[in-house]
Every structure is written in structure tokens, then in C-alpha cells.
């Protein structure tokens, strides 16, 4: 099972500078504050934090039936089908080899994002909070389904 | 004409529109940019193109003119001469003489000869800088004939003024506008005016790419049709549910009428007791009527109008659910037909995306050309079924895995040309690709007449690699799984053909990718053939669908064999079962799956696939349904989760899982303990050929051969038997030799030709017991010779041992 930890490109482990952000997106800095009112999509699995930058936030969906998905690796919760379209559903807890407690399936919720035209979800407790502040670890969508997609064979 | 070149035709005008539209655009564009070379560039390939395809369609005038414009071209481009305002304008006419050319072509009337002179003139005097001659000549042409119109409706033709714009420029394009607008009104400097002037009176078509299109063909983008096919899959997925419901409403409807029909005989049970009855309490009641009697006079209480109102509803309830029967026929017709309209469009829209194999096999042409010349070995290519329709990723898809085999074979399978006439073997080697149809799928056969896969040299390499163990006793079968092992091979060295060890495991997963198998048979010194089967429709796929565990999946029917409930006695996890008296590896996908199956009872049903060639049967808890489907494949994060080929949605909205059997049997973890990977389908029963205009002799030969287990094919005469051969192929042939039509002696001729006898045994059996005609039937390649009439034991110990014999060869 792939690890995920601070030298893996797709997880920065890190505050994502909001300059850096910006750089070279051609917007004035009112307009790079008004984005940074929702700079990013923060949750959290198995009392852990991560982000995600708001540009790569689809949607945030109900946990919704997850078909499971035999021999792929366990951090590949299944499949959800929202409104036709097939996607992943990654579990970060299961990545970090943490245990997560049993909960309502009320309680989680689907981080949907778009990695390069492809969607992939990350399981979340609670409800994410879109937030101009990033904290926890940041989740590189592009690095992530480069370094973290399923090999099998 | 004849269809093929009416069909040319219809492609040549398709291309020639596309490249007269570079042509016009392209030399105002040159007009205004003289050094834009990459324009010059594509010039050239247009005229180029337009040469030679109007040549290939017997349009020699044109393929002249084009010729004559690209030599001019050429000119400009190796910078003899420089492409002044005239040189444009000349090469201006030469296109339009070639569009008249192309119209007429279009409008099925002969081409015009006198254009070419007319061009060449124009042309030569343009080249040479004479333009007052060129003018002069241009002119007294135009007015003689050439220029004037030369189609039939030249009334319809639109004259341009001398000195009219001939190019729309960009108004914001200042200076583009300047360089290249002319004015009637504003005189240009002498030279200029006179290098300007155009003949005098140039036809100019009003609708020239309506007329240029109007062969019935346009062009569409590929995206477009894959956009239609996929609202056709949802279309489809829709209509799933639509029937889903349509069997619950029918249940409704039955339950319905049921409760009806008991609704209405209580009812009439009800309104004829009571109807018409007078109770004793209403009989006294009404003194008026005291003085009639019961008969005489009709007398109603509540229970009688009650009755008779139940009786009037329950009619109207009646007349109601006929309605709703009548109703729910039409509805059920109505989504028959729906349906049916369905599977036409998608049949229709399939065809579309088809691209006939022909096309593809000739990418290939070069190919073995180019491979026969590096490996040193004399080969040909023959191809068949070149009209046999493919889906567009399929064509695309199999290109890659083609060339492997086609590189294998040349560098393992044939032999060197001292070799082959060594062993007695024509020289030149021979590489067949055939396709044809098969029901929904398309197969497609690579065969070589070369020696035939070197088991013993796979052996030798597996051990050398430390794949097998030296003591190892493996069957030839199993040890063709090393050559689908990436980075396995055979060859000594690295060359530019083989030697690298990738091929087939290439070929193997992107046959899979495709949805599609491989299977590979091989006779020692007779060849081997790769044969691919794949869906003709990528798009909207039929599936088999089946539960293991609590979970469904799905699998593509051409992956399918056949679907068999197990006896008891196989309802262990074993991983043999039989089905029919054929034992075949099973492998149980609860296990695979690492899933609970049903407890109760084990996996009860058996899909039957066939993996590399070997049937396999695939244990399951249940099958549910075969469905039209869209197949969506994984993105990149899943892709390499080989086990599967993407996912597909039920009407209720159900994801299935789509399972890729190849993977499953062979891949993954079991790939080193569990390969399952057969080089002949062993189960399959050797076929033969029958060939006789007797109904008599066809019948009790093939009842005869049927009875020992032989597949047989019947054929009247030998062209028939041809047919049947390139569409099925037999083991052996048995003829007759006085047949209409094709007679015994064409039929071995033409195997012989073909190659065939070498690897189809040829029985003669026929009523002429002379030496002469055994004699010849001999020379002519026959295996052996019967005479009618026969004894079934010899027959059928005949073609025994012929079939025996070239399989052991």
C-alpha cells in the first residue's frame, strides 16, 4: 500500500503560500483577496486535516452509496455514481494506516475535485468548511492521482 | 460504371473539394505572402493529391491539370521562378479548369480536353514573364472555348468583371487590403494593370462547394458521432429502466385484472339476484299496485337500485379496464417498436463509426515490405475480407497490436528463403490478414505459412530466465504463456524486427483493452495463426449480467461462450468442472474477489470465457440479465486496475462492475501459479469440409462424420466451398469431382494457389475410379483418393488419420 507522507509529490504537508497561489494568474491583488476568501476546501478524516485549493473543488456531495471495488487497494473506499458520473473514492485515513471510528454514514461527506478532467473524491468527516485559511496537510489533486494511482500487475 | 468506382468517385470528389478549397485559399494567401513557405508546402500536396487520386479514378484530364499546377508549384518552391501577380493568376485558372473538371466529373459527364491546353499556354507564358502574350492567348482561348463555360447549365454560371476583387480581405487588414485588392475604378500602375487583367470572362460557379459535396458524402467529425452514440447509450439505459418498469406495470395490470374480473362476477352474482327481485316487504307497500301481481307490474326497492347501480358501474369499470388492456397492448407494442427503432440507430450510427478493414490491413502493405527487407526473407501479403466492417477504436487499437505479430512473424515464423526451399516450401513466404464477421463480433486472422510456433526454443529460453524449472514436464500448450510474458523472447539477438521482448504481452493487453481475445494456433512446419475476436461496437456494448456475492458485475456477451448451470457434483471450489462432458479450468470470483458467495450453496453458475484460446469457466452465484449497456471506461487513477474495463449503470442507476475475464484468469497475483494460457482450443471439434452437388452424399457424409464427432460444413461446389473456407476454415476437405459451377479439380487448383494444401488435408471422393483421374487429382495436391461408393469405416478412418497426421506434423 502506498504511504502517504511529506516527501510524496501530490502531498505538499505544508500551508500553501497564498502568493504563490497567485502568482501568474494575471488578477489584481483585490481581486486575489476576493479569491482568497475561499481559497481552499479544508476537511478532515480520523481527526486529521487537509486541504484542497478551491480551483481543484468540484463539489461536496452526501456520502452516497459507494460501490466497492475487489482487488484495488484498501485505500480505495469504491465507486460513487453522482448523477452518472463514476469516480474513486480515496479514504486518506486508510492511507495513513489510522483507524477510523465507526461512524453514521450521515456524518461523512464526499470531497469531489477535478484532477485534470477526471474526478476523483476524498472521503471526509463532517461538513468541510471552504475557507480563505488552508490548514492541515495539502492534497496536490494532479500530483496525487499521478503518484497514488492504482498499479496493479 | 461499376459500384467500386462509383464509390472512388464519390471519395474522390470528397477529397478533391477539400484540396481545391487549400488550392483557392492557399494561392491568395501566397499572393499576399509570397515567402510563406509552409503555405507553398501545402499547396504542393494538394495539387500532388489531387494528381494522383484523380488518376486512380480514371480522370486523366484532371490528374494533368493538377500535374501541370504542380509543376509550377515545384518551381516556386525550389525558387526558379518567383510567384509574381500573374504566375497567381495562372495557377488561379489552372484551379478552376480542375474544379470544372471535377464538376463535370461530379455531374457524370466527360472531361474536358481542351482545358489542359489552355493551362499549359497560360501557365508556360506566365513562367516566362511574357504576360502581354499571355493575355493575348488567354484571351483569344477564352473566347474560342475553353474558358467559356463548358457544363451543360452555363447559364447559371456568374461572370466576374475584369479587374474585380477576387479575395475578401480583412477591412481591419490595412495592409493586406492594399497589396492584394484591385480596383476597377482606381487603375493600377501599367505593369501592375496588365499582370492583373484576368481573362476577361472567367465562369465562376455561384454554389462550387454545394455542387463539389453533392456526391451524397460529407464529412464529420469522428467526436460527433461518438457524441450521438453516447446519447444513444443513455437513450438506451433509459429504455432498460422504461422495460424494467414496463414488467412491473404488466404485473400490475394482470393483478388488476384479476381483482376486475372477480370484481364483476360477485357483481353480476349480486344484480341478478337482486335486481329485479321484490322483496315481500316492498310487495304489500304501494297500495296503487296492490291489484297487480308480481309479474305485471315491476316494483324496486334500495337493494334493487343499488344493484343495478353496481351492475352500471361494475359495466363502466369493465369497459374501463378493457380500455386499459387495449391501452397497456399499445404500450407494450409501442416500446417493442421503440426498442427495435433503438437498435436500428445504433446499428445505423455503429455503421458510421465503421471503417472497413481493408483500410486497416493496408497500413501494412509497407510494413512487411519494409520488414521483409530488413529480416532478408522474401514475403507477401495476401488479405480477405477486407469489407468487413470495424468500430473506429477498434481499428484504431489494433494497428499496435497487428504490427507485433506481423514483426513476430516475420522474424520467428518464416523461415529464410534457402530454408523454405529446403524443406520444399514456396520461396516467398506468405503473411494472410483476413477478417470477417461473426455475429456481433469481428474476427480477425494473422497467419503466416511459416514454421509454426518453436516450442522447444520457449522451453529453452523459460529455463535459461529461470522461468521453468529444467525437470519441468509442461504440455506445448502451457508453455506459450512465456511469450505473452513481458520482456520474453526467442530471438538471439536485437534487431529491428524482434529480439526486445515486448510484443506480445502488448498484444494481449491491448486486446483486452479493446474488449477483444486472442487465440493462437500453430502447426509445426505449417504456420501459426493469431486470431483476434472483438466487438464490432465499442460504444453500447450487450452484457451479461451476474451477482457474486452481494455485488454485480457485468461482462461483455462476445466474451461470453456460454452460460451453464452447474451439476451438484461441480458445486465445490474446484478448479475443474464440466460442462457438456468437457472438463475446463474454472476459477470461482467469489475467491477472486476475495467476497462471500452465497453460503448456502456454492457458485451455481458458470459463465464460459475463453482466455488466450482456452475456455474457462467462470463461477458465479446468479445470472440476472443480457443488456444493451454504455461501458464507461476507468480514467488514469483506475486504469491499470486491469481486472476490470470500466463500469457500467444499470436503468435503476446501479453501477456494475465491468470484469475483463483475461486479467482475472491470468493476471495479477495468480499470474505465476494459476496461468491458464493454451495455445489450441483443444475442446474444439475438428471440422470438415464436405463438398459435393449430391444432397444424398452431403447429408450422409456429414450425418456419418457428425456421428464421430466431427463439426461439418456442406458445400454444393467448389466456389461454395471457397466461401465456407475463408469464413470458417476446416481441418479437412473432403470433395467430389464433377460438380457445376466449380468442379473438384478448380477447387484443388485454387487451393493450391492459395496455399491451403499445405495445411488442409484434401480427401477426394468421387464415383471416377480411373488411374487418370487419381493420377491427376494427385498433381493436383489431393491427400487421398475414395471411390464411391464407400464403406463408412474407411471414410471415417481416412479423415481420421489425415486430420491426425497434420496436426502432429
Known amino acids: ?153 | 460504371m461499376s459500384n467500386i468506382r462509383k464509390q472512388l468517385l464519390g471519395f474522390f470528389l470528397q477529397e478533391a473539394s477539400e484540396h481545391l478549397a487549400t488550392l483557392e485559399d492557399g494561392l491568395l494567401r501566397i499572393e499576399k505572402d509570397p515567402n510563406d513557405r509552409s503555405m507553398l508546402e501545402e499547396l504542393f500536396r494538394s495539387a500532388h493529391t489531387i494528381k494522383g487520386s484523380a488518376a486512380l479514378v480514371k480522370l486523366n484530364t484532371t490528374s494533368a491539370l493538377a500535374h501541370r499546377l504542380e509543376d509550377t508549384l515545384e518551381a516556386i518552391r525550389e525558387s526558379h521562378i518567383s510567384p509574381s501577380r500573374e504566375l497567381i493568376d495562372a495557377m488561379i485558372f489552372a484551379m478552376d479548369q480542375i474544379k470544372d473538371q471535377v464538376h463535370r466529373a461530379s455531374n457524370g459527364e466527360d472531361e474536358s480536353d481542351d482545358a489542359l491546353e489552355t493551362v499549359e499556354r497560360s501557365l508556360k507564358l506566365a513562367e516566362e514573364g511574357d504576360f502581354a502574350q499571355r493575355n493575348a492567348a488567354t484571351e483569344a482561348i477564352a473566347e474560342t472555348h475553353s474558358i467559356e463555360p463548358t457544363v451543360t447549365d452555363a447559364d447559371n454560371f456568374d461572370r466576374i468583371p475584369v479587374m474585380e476583387p477576387v479575395e475578401t480581405v480583412n477591412e481591419s487588414d490595412d495592409t493586406s487590403h492594399a497589396v492584394s485588392t484591385f480596383s476597377v475604378q482606381e487603375p493600377a500602375p501599367v505593369e501592375t494593370q496588365r499582370s492583373a487583367v484576368r481573362p476577361s470572362t472567367v465562369p465562376l460557379r455561384p454554389d462550387t462547394a454545394h455542387h463539389l459535396t453533392s456526391g451524397g458524402v460529407i464529412k464529420i467529425s469522428s467526436d460527433k458521432l461518438d457524441g450521438m452514440m453516447n446519447v444513444l447509450g443513455e437513450i438506451t439505459i433509459t429504455k432498460n429502466h422504461l422495460m424494467d418498469q414496463l414488467t412491473v406495470v404488466e404485473r400490475l395490470r394482470s393483478e388488476i385484472d384479476f381483482a376486475g374480473q372477480r370484481l364483476l362476477r360477485e357483481v353480476n352474482n349480486f344484480s341478478e339476484r337482486y335486481s329485479y327481485s321484490v322483496p315481500e316487504s316492498v310487495k304489500y307497500k304501494d297500495p296503487l299496485l296492490s291489484e297487480f301481481m308480481e309479474l305485471e307490474f315491476d316494483r324496486y326497492d334500495e337493494v334493487n337500485l343499488f344493484a343495478k347501480k353496481l351492475q352500471e358501474i361494475t359495466n363502466d369499470v369493465n369497459e374501463a379496464l378493457r380500455s386499459l388492456g387495449n391501452f397497456f397492448t399499445r404500450f407494450t407494442g409501442d416500446v417493442g417498436t421503440l426498442d427495435g427503432m433503438i437498435a436500428d440507430m445504433k446499428e445505423r450510427i455503429s455503421e458510421a463509426r465503421m471503417i472497413q478493414a481493408g483500410n486497416l490491413f493496408q497500413r501494412f502493405t509497407r510494413t512487411v515490405r519494409d520488414l521483409s527487407r530488413q529480416a532478408g526473407k522474401p514475403v507477401r501479403l495476401l488479405v480477405a475480407g477486407g469489407d468487413t466492417p470495424l468500430d473506429r477504436v477498434v481499428y484504431d487499437g489494433l494497428f499496435e497490436p497487428i504490427l507485433h505479430i506481423i514483426r513476430n512473424a516475420v522474424a520467428h515464423g518464416l523461415e529464410s528463403e534457402d530454408e523454405r526451399k529446403r524443406i520444399g516450401k514456396p520461396p516467398v513466404g506468405t503473411i494472410r490478414m483476413s477478417a470477417r464477421r461473426e455475429g456481433n463480433t469481428a474476427v480477425i486472422d494473422i497467419r503466416d505459412d511459416g514454421k509454426g510456433i518453436q516450442f522447444n526454443r520457449i522451453r529453452k529460453r523459460a529455463i535459461d530466465q529461470g522461468l521453468l524449472d529444467p525437470n519441468e514436464e509442461v504440455r506445448p500448450k502451457d508453455l506459450l504463456k512465456f511469450i505473452f510474458m513481458h520482456g520474453f523472447s526467442t530471438a538471439d539477438a536485437t534487431d529491428h524486427t524482434s529480439g526486445r521482448g515486448i510484443g506480445l504481452d502488448v498484444v494481449k493487453d491491448r486486446l483486452a483493452a479493446l474488449n477483444g481475445t486472442l487465440s493462437i494456433l500453430t502447426k509445426k512446419e505449417r504456420g501459426t495463426i493469431f486470431r483476434m475476436r472483438l466487438p464490432l461496437s465499442l460504444v453500447i456494448i450487450n452484457v451479461v449480467h451476474f451477482r457474486v456475492g452481494k455485488q454485480s458485475f457485468v461482462i461483455p456477451s462476445n466474451l461470453v461462450v456460454e452460460i451453464a448451470e452447474l451439476a451438484e457434483t461441480d458445486l465445490r471450489h474446484d478448479s475443474t468442472v464440466q460442462i457438456r462432458d468437457v472438463a475446463m479450468p474454472s476459477v470461482d470470483l467469489s475467491s477472486v474477489f476475495r467476497m462471500q458467495g452465497d453460503s448456502a450453496q456454492y457458485s451455481r453458475f458458470a459463465i464460459v470465457t475463453r482466455v488466450s484460446g482456452t475456455k474457462v469457466a467462470l463461477r458465479v452465484d446468479e445470472i440476472l440479465s443480457q443488456e444493451d449497456t454504455i461501458i464507461k471506461p476507468f480514467g488514469s487513477f483506475l486504469r491499470e486496475l486491469h481486472y476490470y474495463s470500466g463500469t457500467s449503470i444499470s436503468g435503476s442507476g446501479m453501477l456494475r462492475l465491468v470484469i475483463n475475464p483475461s486479467w482475472i484468469v491470468e493476471g495479477g497475483e495468480k499470474r505465476d501459479d494459476e496461468v491458464l494460457t493454451g495455445a489450441m482450443d483443444e475442446s474444439r471439434k475438428p471440422s470438415v469440409l464436405v463438398v459435393d452437388d449430391s444432397l444424398s452424399v452431403r447429408k450422409f457424409a456429414s450425418t456419418l462424420l457428425e456421428a464421430h464427432d466431427y463439426e461439418v460444413r456442406a458445400a454444393s461446389n467448389g466456389l461454395q466451398a471457397l466461401d465456407i473456407l475463408d469464413e470458417y476454415g476446416a481441418d479437412l476437405i473432403l470433395t467430389d469431382l464433377e460438380m457445376p459451377v466449380m468442379h473438384g479439380y478448380e477447387l484443388l487448383g485454387e487451393l493450391r494457389r492459395r496455399g491451403l494444401l499445405d495445411t488442409i488435408p484434401v480427401v477426394v471422393l468421387t464415383s471416377r475410379g480411373s488411374e487418370q483421374h487419381r493420377i491427376k487429382a494427385f498433381d493436383l495436391g489431393a491427400t487421398d483418393y475414395l471411390i464411391k461408393p464407400f464403406e463408412e469405416e474407411s471414410l471415417i478412418t481416412t479423415v481420421q488419420r489425415h486430420i491426425k497426421d497434420h496436426q502432429t506434423a
Do not use: W
Not at chain 1, 111 to 132: C, N, T
Open chain 1, 1 to 153: 500500500m502506498s504511504t502517504f507522507d511529506n516527501t510524496t509529490v501530490g502531498y505538499r504537508g505544508e500551508t500553501a503560500s497564498n502568493d504563490t497561489r497567485n502568482a501568474g494568474l494575471g488578477i489584481s491583488q483585490s481581486e486575489a483577496d476576493r479569491h482568497l476568501d475561499l481559497a481552499c476546501c479544508c476537511f478532515s478524516i480520523a481527526d486529521m486535516e487537509y486541504h484542497l485549493r478551491i480551483e481543484y473543488m468540484l463539489e461536496i456531495a452526501d456520502f452516497t452509496k459507494v460501490t466497492y471495488l475487489p482487488l484495488a487497494p484498501e485505500y480505495v473506499l469504491g465507486l460513487a455514481n453522482l448523477r452518472g458520473e463514476v469516480m474513486p473514492v480515496i479514504d486518506l485515513a486508510c492511507m495513513k494506516d489510522i483507524k477510523r471510528q465507526p461512524r453514521n454514514p450521515a456524518a461523512y461527506r464526499l470531497i469531489v475535485a477535478d484532477a485534470g478532467g477526471e474526478r476523483i473524491a476524498f472521503l471526509a468527516e463532517g461538513m468541510p468548511k471552504l475557507s480563505s485559511t488552508a490548514s492541515g496537510e495539502e492534497i496536490d489533486v494532479i500530483s496525487f492521482v499521478k503518484n497514488h494511482k492504482v498499479r496493479i500487475g
